[in-house]
């Protein structure tokens, strides 16, 4: 056996210490049986380990596992087997988290484990699933001993994850995200990092930027759908490029429903009615909620009002209220479009209408207000005609 190795003895300070004559003997027994270590069997060698475990006997456990993972002819189960008791008895046992580091950065060099492994078996087994501080020390102690890409930038997302959401230590994982990026230029989690800390500083133009890429190397056709309507949302209403926004939505508002406001917005922002009504019309259509197709109708009708084309308004108002009878928004603008059209009559009885479908007292006020200011305003236009 190698001559570092020590078979004269045991450290009396750091044993549990026998209950009894009989269970001292076996304990010496144990001891002495070290000598013979190198010629037992694996069964044998794992069953003395254990018992000298129990004792505490944590050098001699540490001692003999080290000589085992120095043998050449250790298969790679046998090598992960016995680097993972190493590492729990120098953390656990021994208390040694500078030697726990190094024994976990050769067990990480040596065998290449992916990173799975190294949060199932290291992380969560040894230090214990919400050990975060510790966790963070020992993946940043041994992020460089693993070769393979991907599995580093693992173990560096889930070093970023631990600082930001359970140390909350900004400044160390906002250094990650760039040494992430580093790695893998179209990383998920980190273009996602950075696109909300440039929100946050309103700084709009790089945070597009941010979203460029996750609509680019979106995993799935959902998510570039998502990241699209977040990127049209961003040139709307922070960069003023409705333009921009709709080379975006349109081709995704016919399958994409969740889009299709901000296109509206887009149309109405560039002033583009006849493709904003043929829009809304084709969205009408296809809705298959009664409510939202009320407000295609509704916006519809706006749309026609601003541009004068009073009738068809009140023909796009009449169909939305149709669908949502006890709207005060869609009564209140059909009536202005009855007043721009000077139908007293139909005014009238709008207004009767509505007073009998209102039925809510809490509504009853607003009624009352607008009913009172339309029959000023018809009376007011019928004071003045020729």
């Known amino acids: 056996m190698d001559s570092w190795f020590i078979t004269d003895g045991v450290d ?9 004559q009989e269970e001292y003997k076996h304990l010496v027994g144990l001891v002495s049986s ?39 002819e250790r298969t790679h189960p046998q090598l992960l087997q016995d680097y993972v008791w190493l590492m729990r008895v120098l ?22 484990v992916p990173f799975a492994t190294i949060r199932l078996r290291v992380l969560d087994e040894i230090l214990g699933p919400e050990n975060y501080r510790e966790h963070a020390r020992l993946m940043s102690a041994v992020v460089g001993e693993i070769h393979e890409v991907s599995q580093k930038v693992l173990l560096l997302e889930r070093l970023a994850l631990v600082y930001e959401k359970k140390l909350f230590m900004e400044t160390e994982f906002e250094a990650i995200y760039h040494q992430i990026l580093k790695l893998d230029k179209t990383n998920e989690k980190a273009r996602k990092f950075f696109k909300l800390s440039h929100m946050h500083n309103m700084e709009w133009a790089e945070a597009a ?15 570039r759908v998502r990241y699209s309507h977040e990127l049209a949302q961003l040139y709307l209403y922070n960069l003023n490029q409705p333009g921009a926004a709709l080379e975006l939505l349109r081709p995704l508002s016919i399958d994409y429903p969740e889009v299709r406001h901000s296109l509206i917005e ?9 493709e904003l009504l043929s829009a809304l019309v084709s969205f009408e259509r296809s809705s298959r909620d009664s409510e939202e197709t009320s407000q295609f109708k509704f916006r519809r009708g706006n749309v026609l009002l601003k541009k004068g084309r009073i009738g068809e308004a009140v023909a796009a108002y009449r169909d939305a209220l149709h669908l949502q009878p006890a709207s005060l928004l869609i009564h209140e603008s059909l009536v202005s479009a009855l007043v721009e059209l000077g139908s007293v009559q139909q005014l009238g009885d ?9 039925k ?10 607008l009913i009172e200011r339309a029959r000023r305003i018809s009376e007011t236009q019928v004071s003045f005609a020729p």
């Not at 709008?350 to 209102?358: A, D, F, G, K, P």
């Open 12 to 20: 009396e300070e750091s044993i549990l210490p026998p209950q009894s």
């Open 209 to 223: 930027e941010q979203l460029k890429v996750l609509v680019q190397h979106a995993e799935n056709l959902q998510e």
């Open 350 to 358: 709008e207004l009767e209408r509505l007073r009998q479908q209102v």
């Open 266 to 274: 887009a149309f109405e922002r560039l002033d583009l009615v006849d």
């Open 360 to 369: 809510l007292d809490s509504s009853r006020s607003t009624l009352d207000e």
């Open 91 to 112: 953390y656990l046992g021994l208390d040694s988290f500078d030697a726990f580091v190094e024994v976990a950065k050769k067990f990480i060099s040596e065998l290449q």
């Open 34 to 72: 070290i000598s013979d270590f190198p010629r037992m069997s694996q069964k044998e060698q794992n069953s003395l380990i254990r018992e000298l475990e129990a004792y505490e006997c944590y050098h001699q456990v540490d001692q003999l596992l080290r000589w085992r993972l120095s043998r050449p």
